[in-house]
């Protein structure tokens, strides 16, 4: 039963490149979450994704970040134009839709 | 809003010492509590969870009862071992329809043998 997959685990990008970070929620799970974790801090909530729908973005920024859960396929967040202040940890998480969230290894992005 | 306060780390302990992170919450309504872990380069691990007052949460030795009253969940464990080195979150999940975790800074626990 394998768990919610996350790749890369490392992207190292420049800085006005594009990142495409990919999530694969554990079967059965229909509920996305994305989460950003900056250095020495706790995870901060991006965005909630249902199939085909975005539930909840309010964590996002405004600009250059986006993200979709297509009917077939992972999960995508997207960055456009990356800055060195998008270097940071980026975890997925899945759910049934009960209260409890697993999580994936995490992408670590670098932007140079 | 949501928020979680979190002791500060880093804590450091020897082999079979007691150990108590503190955690404090705020919110409406009558969220969900949790601990989670992270070792060194992994994800979130789900350590343990309580979803009403007086709840107790346990796994693994560790154990935290949600307190309402004090709007506390400080996780406790009587003999900690250097394999729990690690990071741990306490979090909220709120009782609307909002479906985010709010997670409080993190706190680094190195056990020395």
């Known amino acids: 039963n394998a768990g919610v997959m996350q790749n890369p685990r490392h992207l190292v990008r420049r800085r006005g490149q594009e990142a495409r970070l990919r999530c694969s929620p554990m079967?059965?799970?229909?509920?996305v979450y994305w989460y950003r974790q900056l250095p020495e801090e706790g995870l901060k909530f991006m965005v909630y994704?249902?199939?085909?729908?975005?539930?909840?973005e309010s964590g996002m920024p405004k600009e250059r970040f986006s993200a979709e859960f297509p009917k077939e396929g992972p999960s995508i967040l997207r960055i456009q134009q990356v800055v060195r202040g998008d270097s940071a940890a980026y975890f997925c998480?899945?759910?049934?839709?009960?209260?409890?969230?697993?999580f994936g290894p995490g992408t670590r992005l670098t932007v140079l | 809003g949501n928020s979680v306060t979190q002791m500060e780390g880093p804590v450091t302990l020897s082999e079979e010492a007691f150990l108590t992170i503190n955690c404090t919450y705020t919110?409406?309504?009558?969220?969900?509590l949790f601990w989670y872990v992270q070792y060194p380069g992994e994800g979130l691990q789900l350590l343990l969870k309580?979803?009403?007052?007086?709840d107790k949460g346990s796994n693994k030795g560790f154990e935290a009862t949600y307190r309402k009253e004090t709007t506390s969940f400080h996780l406790e464990k009587g003999s900690v071992q250097v394999s729990d080195s690690a990071v741990y979150f306490c979090?909220?999940?709120?009782?609307?329809?909002?479906?985010?975790?709010?997670f409080g800074s993190g706190t680094q626990l190195t056990v020395l043998p």
């Open positions: 919110a409406t309504g009558y969220p969900s």
């Open positions: 994704l249902q199939k085909e729908n975005i539930i909840d």
């Open positions: 309580a979803t009403k007052a007086d």
């Open positions: 979090a909220l999940l709120s009782s609307g329809s909002a479906r985010q975790l709010t």
């Open positions: 998480a899945s759910s049934p839709g009960t209260s409890e969230q697993f």
């Open positions: 079967k059965g799970h229909s509920h």
